[in-house]
Nanobody, 112 residues
Framework: QVQLVESGGGLVQPGGSLRLSCAASARIVNFDYMYWYRQAPGKQREWVATISNIGITVYADSVKGRFTISRDNDKNMMYLQMNSLKPEDTAVYSC??????WGQGTQVTVSS
């Protein structure tokens, strides 16, 4: 099972941007699909975006047009570029590889 570590979270003002990274301990080329999820305080975990091994992407309606998921199979990294951030984007963001491997998450807070 691959180990995943997220980074790049923090405090940002509404309208700002952040880039999250997900570093894998093993080759991610073996994972057909990788994902970003988020969990806001008091809410259930929510799917954010998916990327396939060949770069096909799918987004939740709530982030479509603002977030971009990407992966670098050579570096065993996945990314989430988040633009035009809103207070409702505040959550712990976690990456997932395949069906079983989760990172511990990174906090994103959008507030003025």
């Amino acid at each position: 099972q691959v180990q995943l570590v997220e980074s790049g979270g923090g405090l940002v003002q509404p309208g700002g941007s952040l880039r999250l990274s997900c570093a894998a301990s093993a080759r991610i080329v073996n994972f057909d699909y990788m994902y970003w999820y988020r969990q806001a305080p008091g809410k259930q975990r929510e799917w954010v975006a998916t990327i396939s091994n060949i770069g096909i992407t799918v987004y939740a309606d709530s982030v479509k047009g603002r977030f971009t998921i990407s992966r670098d199979n050579d570096k065993n990294m996945m990314y989430l570029q988040m633009n035009s951030l809103k207070p409702e984007d505040t959550a712990v963001y976690s990456c997932k590889a395949g069906a079983l491997s989760w990172g511990q998450g990174t906090q994103v807070t959008v507030s003025s």
